[in-house]
T-cell receptor, first 109, second 113 residues
Framework: LAKTTQPISMDSYEGQEVNITCSHN???????ITWYQQFPSQGPRFIIQ?????VTNEVASLFIPADRKSSTLSLPRVSLSDTAVYYC??????????WGAGTKLIIKP | DSGVTQTPKHLITATGQRVTLRCSPR?????VYWYQQSLDQGLQFLIQ???????AKGNILERFSAQQFPDLHSELNLSSLELGDSALYFC????????????FGPGTRLTVT
């Protein structure tokens, strides 16, 4: 069963690019990798999803190496409002969902 | 607004009691997921239903049970409540099975005293 590991916390500054890496060594062949953002007392919100290589949308990019044992969420030019907890989720195949413990990102002015 | 509704928003009850949390998924979504999030903790996946059938089980206690009804709304039943059951309970829905984006509701905050 896949297990996801991500840093507990990270700090950065406004205008910087932030990269958060998730490790998932036992990812199954058909599993997808999804990232969510959560603000205090709110439900998580979808950011981006990918299977391999690179995916980009209007808010983030997701980099997945060929072996798919890790993934990196990239947030370009962060602002104070990006302060939140970011979760990595691996799964989908065999109906199993493995959530990481979350990375608390603090953006400083 | 994700389109997922959860009631009640807050619930305060005593140890040993039983409560029912309700979730209405987004229109057209067939899958419903339940999660528990204790204070300053990560999300704990409890259970998933797809079109009325249980599809996946996570760390759900035997004191907890859930079901999805023909109109696709779902209920999570928590019984013999303990202080440690105090948490935010989230429901999420998605169009199909576990792949793809999940849409989370606002959560029900349960306080057991």
């Amino acid at each position: 069963l896949a297990k996801t590991t991500q840093p507990i916390s990270m700090d950065s500054y406004e205008g910087q690019e932030v990269n958060i890496t998730c490790s998932h060594n036992n990812i199954a062949t058909n599993d997808y990798i999804t990232w969510y953002q959560q603000f205090p007392s709110q439900g998580p919100r979808f950011i981006i999803q990918g299977y391999k290589t690179k995916v980009t949308n209007e808010v983030a990019s997701l980099f997945i190496p060929a072996d798919r044992k890790s993934s990196t969420l990239s947030l370009p030019r962060v602002s104070l409002s990006d302060t939140a907890v970011y979760y990595c989720l691996v799964g989908g195949s065999n109906y199993q969902l493995i959530w990481g413990a979350g990375t608390k990102l603090i953006i400083k002015p | 607004d994700s389109g997922v509704t959860q009631t009640p928003k807050h619930l305060i009850t005593a140890t040993g009691q039983r409560v029912t949390l309700r979730c209405s998924p987004r229109s057209g979504d067939l899958s419903v997921y339940w999660y528990q999030q204790s204070l300053d903790q990560g999300l704990q996946f409890l259970i998933q239903y797809y079109n009325g059938e249980e599809r996946a089980k996570g760390n759900i206690l035997e004191r907890f049970s859930a079901q999805q009804f023909p109109d696709l709304h779902s209920e999570l039943n928590l019984s013999s409540l303990e202080l440690g059951d105090s948490a935010l309970y989230f429901c999420a829905s998605s169009p199909g099975t576990a792949q793809g984006e999940q849409y989370f509701g606002p959560g029900t905050r349960l306080t057991v005293t």
